[in-house]
């Protein structure tokens, strides 16, 4: 593994090499599963959700285009797949079941940030993806655009769902 960029390390994963794909599993392994764990507000399924990003970013890494950033793209499998989690979850979940998560949900994860718990609770409380929002461009650091590309909407919907998601913050924290 003699080139750690980025780039060499995708394309020696895509010739075979499996121990360049772990390198970038290493160097996104905590930030993907923070994300997912903003969105699906569980630690095993943040956890499984960021697996199975993994895996699939690993099946399709012949997809990435090099014009984006590799995280962008990351984070873009992960964000579809935590939302399709918890529509998923939303299905199989009777109204006692939903109540009881709803409870449980209200635990923290470990990674949450102790100097502005009430915060984090009030984003727990927005849509799944105005959570992915406020996840992305407050503790990612992406910019609108790169999460318009890894929510798969519009600019316009990014700052829309961003407004949407300050307004509640803002009515819950008042």
């Known amino acids: 593994m003699q080139d750690n960029d980025e780039a060499g390390l995708i394309r020696q994963s895509l010739s075979g090499d499996h121990r360049t794909?772990?390198?970038?599993v290493d160097r996104?392994?905590?930030?993907l599963y923070h994300h997912c764990f903003a969105i699906v507000r569980n630690e095993d399924a943040a956890e499984d959700v960021a697996q199975e990003t993994f895996i699939t970013a690993y099946y399709k890494l012949g997809l990435y285009k090099s014009e984006y950033k590799f995280s962008t793209w990351l984070?873009?499998?992960a964000t579809n797949k935590a939302l399709n989690h918890i529509k998923k979850a939303?299905?199989?979940v009777s109204a006692d079941?939903?109540?009881?998560a709803a409870i449980a949900s209200t635990q923290r994860g470990p990674f949450q940030l102790a100097q502005d718990s009430e915060l984090h609770a009030a984003v727990e409380n927005l849509q799944p993806k105005y959570r992915a929002v406020i996840s992305l461009y407050y503790w990612r650091g992406m910019n609108y655009q790169e999460i318009s590309q890894v929510m798969g909407a519009p600019h316009g919907s990014v700052k829309g769902w961003m407004?949407?998601?300050k307004l509640q913050l803002r009515k819950e924290l008042s």
């Open 90 to 92: 939303a299905k199989e």
């Open 21 to 24: 794909y772990a390198a970038l």
């Open 75 to 77: 984070f873009k499998i």
């Open 28 to 31: 996104y392994k905590n930030a």
């Open 97 to 100: 079941d939903a109540l009881m």
């Open 163 to 165: 407004n949407r998601a």
